[in-house]
């Protein structure tokens, strides 16, 4: 293989393999984003349900039947909500600093191939 080929190949998957380690925990952060209301709506369902069967267990209507399984499905989904929010804002941050990261590298890689094969021999520069 020819030298330039060798070293534009090696740059490329030197620079794949840092992007992927420094977008690893982004996945989690995406799928806690995701899931967590749901799982906070979840339990705001099973907390409505278990309201729902102590009424009918009591047959009447009170205030404090209700109120412990209503603030408990509503504690659920404030949980919820505060492991989503802060789970996507990482995530936002964490995608711009990767996308600025991978700027930074390209840039490096791009100079780092001239410098050692010399000026002009850029694919670009030839087209």
């Given at each position: 293989?020819?030298?330039?080929?060798?070293?534009?190949?090696?740059?490329?998957?030197?620079?794949?393999?840092?992007?992927?380690?420094?977008?690893?925990?982004?996945?989690?952060?995406?799928?806690?984003?995701?899931?967590?209301?749901?799982?906070?709506?979840?339990?705001?369902?099973?907390?409505?349900?278990?309201?729902?069967?102590?009424?009918?267990?009591?047959?009447?209507?009170?205030?404090?039947?209700?109120?412990?399984?209503?603030?408990?499905?509503?504690?659920m989904t404030a949980a919820g909500l505060a492991v989503a929010i802060p789970a996507v804002l990482a995530y936002n941050v964490f995608g711009k600093m990767v996308s600025a990261?991978?700027?930074?590298?390209?840039?490096?890689?791009?100079?780092?191939?001239?410098?050692?094969?010399?000026?002009?021999?850029?694919?670009?520069?030839?087209?």
């Amino acid at each position: 293989a020819q030298p330039e080929a060798q070293l534009t190949r090696r740059l490329r998957d030197s620079l794949h393999d840092v992007l992927q380690r420094l977008q690893a925990g982004q996945v989690l952060l995406a799928s806690v984003g995701s899931v967590s209301p749901f799982v906070g709506l979840f339990g705001t369902v099973w907390g409505i349900y278990h309201a729902m069967m102590g009424i009918s267990a009591e047959g009447s209507v009170s205030i404090d039947k209700v109120a412990g399984p209503v603030g408990e499905a509503l504690i659920m989904t404030a949980a919820g909500l505060a492991v989503a929010i802060p789970a996507v804002l990482a995530y936002n941050v964490f995608g711009k600093m990767v996308s600025a990261c991978e700027a930074d590298l390209e840039g490096f890689a791009h100079d780092l191939r001239e410098a050692l094969l010399g000026p002009g021999t850029s694919r670009r520069e030839r087209d």
